[in-house]
Structures are given as C-alpha cells and as structure tokens.
C-alpha cells in the first residue's frame, strides 16, 4: 500500500495533489501514464525538444514547469520505479507498440 510509504508521504506532504493522484492511480497502468507526464512533459502536453528546454533557462518558461527539486525528484522516480517493480503487468513494453505483426484481415 503506497499511503504507509516513507516516500510517498514525503511527496504527499509537498504536493497533496499529486499524492492524491498517485494514491488513486497506484496499481494500475493510469500510474506509469501521470509519472509520465509529471516528469518528462511541460503543462502544455508536449516533451522538450532542446537540451535547453530539458534543462530550463533558469526557471519555468511559460507553458514549462520549473521542475522538482533534486531530492523530491529521485523520490519521485524511486517510487515510479517500484511501481513498475510490484505491477509489471501495467507497463506498456516496447514490442507491444513497435514490434507487434500486422494482424491479418
């Protein structure tokens, strides 16, 4: 259960909203989609297309979030990890997007 995790709690203290989702999400394939786009995607949906976006120019631009700070952002990815750890199942794998057979009609 994620609510008794020492990490959880520390990011559930920063950032209530995204605890509340993470609770809800937590087992299911909705989590790696949210971990997704909280971590590797700006407000407006879309990932970074320069080193220099990736990084920040010293803070948020708009439509860019300014990012986690270091220590809440290892936590963040410990437990998407673990995520992946305790529910394989709800990892999209890579051959079942670009390697899958044309399906005969």
Same mark, same amino acid.
């Given at each position: =259960?994620?609510?008794?995790? *020492?990490? %959880?709690?520390?990011?559930?203290? +920063?950032?209530?909203?995204?605890?509340k989702? =993470? &609770? !809800?999400? #937590?087992?299911y394939?909705e989590?790696?989609?949210?971990?997704?786009?909280?971590?590797? /995607?700006?407000?407006m949906?879309?990932? *970074? &297309?320069s080193?220099? /976006?990736?990084?920040?120019?010293?803070? +948020?631009? *708009?439509?860019?979030?300014a990012? %986690?700070?270091? &220590?809440h952002?290892?936590?963040? !990815?410990s !437990? +998407? +990890?673990?995520h992946?750890?305790?529910?394989?199942?709800?990892?999209?794998?890579?051959e &079942? !997007? #670009?390697?899958?057979?044309? *399906?005969?009609?």
């Open positions: =259960m994620i609510k008794d995790h *020492p990490h %959880f709690k520390v990011i559930n203290e +920063a950032y209530p909203h995204i605890g989702r =993470m &609770d !809800l999400f #937590w087992g394939p989590f790696n989609f949210y971990m997704n786009q909280l971590l590797y /995607e700006n407000k949906g879309q990932r *970074p &297309d080193q220099e /976006e990736r990084r920040g120019k010293g803070g +948020a631009m *708009p439509g860019q979030r990012g %986690f700070p270091e &220590d952002l290892k936590i963040l !990815l !437990l +998407a +990890a673990r992946v750890r305790e529910y394989p199942e709800t990892t999209v794998k890579k &079942d !997007l #670009w390697f899958q057979k044309n *399906p005969k009609r």
